[in-house]
């Protein structure tokens, strides 16, 4: 939190390390803050010619040709992409293409066994490795010397991670870092001149400090009473001395010590959840086994359950998660880890493959695939795409894209800083609605489900949703009442919270979060090493015991935290509330093109995603262009 060079808050993060306001004016402050400006050169690798229709992920790859060069001349380089699945990707196609980087290349990524991970990074720092293709398990405190270069595929989103990938190479005094970056698609050019602007001017994101989070207290005063036991008053005093928990109320802590020592209210009947009893004054764990589950259970980093992926004969790969394995058959091919794979049986938690000539197009996908545009990096965004109205651009990526730009003005408009754009028009699949706040795709999310429950609120009327870090569609079968809308208080943050809660199945998404609060409590037991329980069972468990817990105690801090991270996390709320509190007060245009225009190409390719065909993806995009193009 304190020790960072990509942190934007460092007084906030100060008073967060100092404890709570009261601890904080006892102590004595300083920040540290180093005078050496760090020298990083970004260049962008430009296509030949902008797509007049972008669409995610396909630009990126047609780029390989140009970075080939890149990395022949470069010592040592790291390739970063921003999900394990196109890393994946990317090593593959590198090598299918240029077969001469056949043992001089490699592949790290967080579930790739650990063995096969430090023998990545000792080749590394030995020089041995001309390229590795990577994702941020690479980026944070490690130092390649040998790294020449790095290349950056697609937007990281973030300014912060963006630096920290740079550091990567010239990591020695005076040394400058080199850093390039390739587009995934047209309007990411965009990003690229954005992310070169926000290290000019230093504008580096914020990092927001957790607040209250009960699930993390529990287990805390379990792992206490785990051991030679804690005594009330004074953790107490200990914890509100604490930023995370200065504000944690009597009545707050008085529900969690019930909660430890009896299960509350609503599992006070069942043993397993009485884990903590009060002995000669302190608060201990007695019995046995569950100390043995707790301590089986430390840790607050949750993600989908993993399998075990293992050769035959006994060597280990790495993990990937349940959800993918299960859905293939022995016999079935898939590539992982930089090889093709034939799986031959699971057994337990493990898939036990072999190596196999034949080629395979399944990647395994990882839960947290696609990272939201930053606040940061969203506000130069929209400056950035002013400039290309500009008849001479000071970036080059700006210029490159100036065509893209000026065929979307003609055909709809350009908003200014000050303007906020709509654009509505009718095709063969129905009447559309597209707004762009450039605000990233979670705020999107919140505000299309937002916008569409306001809206149906006029009349009856069903929406279908698609979004993208730049905007979103609202698409229905009947004509939609939009300037209606506006004027009864579309962009109004009058009951918004309310609104919100209302607009998404708020019940289903506060349950996805719950599964984490409740393994991260120990209400769930997740199994011994090498026999875990099923991701379909740890599922049914923590939705029996949010209803349970819904219906005969819904005051329960575990269902508040549920609801607020839901909030926070997935929808954005605060970062919504200031988007619409600025398009309040931006001049509104509504344009009605006669076709799709660049800015929504990409977020109708997006919902196409989610359609079942048998026409490939590819073809469907191909004929969408030649039927829109100019």
């Not at 962008?44 to 902008?50: A, H, K, R, T």
């Not at 970056?181 to 000019?200: M, Q």
């Not at 800015?599 to 039927?627: G, H, N, Y």
């Amino acid at each position: 939190m304190g020790i960072s060079a990509t942190i934007g808050n460092l007084s906030e993060a100060m008073d967060v390390l100092l404890g709570s306001e009261i601890e904080n004016k006892k102590r004595k402050k300083k920040i540290v803050r180093a005078k050496i400006q760090k020298k990083i050169e970004v260049e962008s690798i430009l296509p030949d010619e902008v797509e007049s229709f972008p669409w995610a992920g396909y630009l990126g790859i047609k780029l390989m040709d140009k970075i080939i060069p890149i990395i022949r001349k470069s010592k040592s380089t790291l390739v970063f992409t921003n999900t394990r699945s196109q890393t994946e990707i990317w090593f593959q196609k590198i090598l299918e293409n240029y077969p001469e980087f056949a043992g001089q290349m490699a592949m790290h990524h967080g579930s790739i066994d650990r063995n096969i991970r430090d023998w990545v990074e000792n080749s590394l720092h030995r020089g041995k490795l001309k390229l590795v293709v990577c994702t941020s398990s690479l980026d944070l405190g490690v130092d390649f010397t040998p790294v020449e270069t790095v290349i950056q595929i697609g937007s990281p989103k973030g300014v912060a991670r963006f630096l920290q990938r740079a550091g990567r190479s010239g990591h020695q005094p005076d040394a400058v870092s080199k850093i390039y970056f390739v587009p995934t698609h047209s309007l990411e050019l965009v990003e690229g001149a954005a992310l070169k602007e926000a290290l000019l001017s230093n504008s580096v994101e914020d990092r927001q400090p957790v607040i209250k989070p009960y699930d993390v207290l529990v287990q805390y005063l379990v792992t206490l009473a785990a051991g030679e036991g804690f005594d009330q008053k004074k953790i107490y005093d200990e914890v509100k001395s604490t930023f995370a928990y200065q504000t944690l109320r009597e009545d707050e802590w008085g529900w969690i010590m019930r909660f430890i020592t009896s299960g509350g209210d609503t599992l006070k009947n069942y043993d397993e959840y009485s884990k903590v009893e009060l002995i000669d004054g302190l608060y201990k764990v007695t019995d046995r086994r569950k100390m043995l589950f707790h301590k089986m259970s430390i840790g607050t980093i949750v993600s989908d359950l993993s399998m075990n992926v293992k050769y035959l004969k006994g060597g280990n790969l790495g993990t990937i998660e349940e959800s993918f394995l299960t859905q293939l058959r022995p016999g079935d091919v898939f590539s992982f880890a930089g090889r093709n794979l034939e799986l031959l049986y699971i057994r337990e938690t493990t898939a036990y493959v072999k190596k196999t000539k034949q080629r395979s197009s399944r990647i395994p996908s990882w839960l947290g695939g696609r990272m939201p545009l930053s606040s940061q990096l969203s506000k130069m965004l929209r400056l950035k795409l002013n400039e290309a109205l500009h008849d001479n651009p000071k970036d080059i990526e700006i210029r490159k894209i100036k065509p893209l730009v000026e065929l979307q003005s003609r055909r709809s408009a350009v908003p200014k800083s000050n303007e906020f754009l709509i654009e509505k028009f009718k095709s063969e699949d129905g009447y559309h609605l597209f707004f762009y706040p450039f605000e990233g795709r979670l705020v999107h999310e919140g505000m299309a489900a937002l916008f569409a429950y306001r809206i149906s609120k006029l009349r009856p009327i069903s929406f279908s949703m698609a979004m993208n870090d730049y905007g979103f569609e609202l698409l229905s079968d009947t004509e939609i009442p939009i300037e209606e809308a506006i004027k009864k208080g579309l962009f109004g943050d009058d009951e918004l919270q309310t609104d919100i809660l209302k607009s998404i199945n708020s019940s289903e998404m506060a349950k996805r979060r719950f599964r984490q609060i409740a393994r991260i409590t120990g209400l769930i037991f997740q199994g011994y090493p090498g026999k875990y329980k099923s991701t379909k069972n740890i599922q049914a468990s923590s939705e029996l015991l949010f209803d349970v817990f819904s219906k005969y105690e819904p005051d329960s801090l575990l269902i508040k935290q549920s609801f607020e991270e839901m909030l926070q996390f997935q929808l954005e709320e605060s970062r919504l509330r200031v988007c619409l509190d600025r398009i309040r007060k931006q001049k509104l245009i509504i344009t009605t093109p006669t076709m799709p225009t660049p800015f929504s190409f990409p977020i109708m390719v997006d919902r196409m995603r989610e359609e079942v065909t048998t026409e490939k993806f590819a073809d469907r995009i191909k004929k969408m262009q030649l039927k829109y193009a100019e």
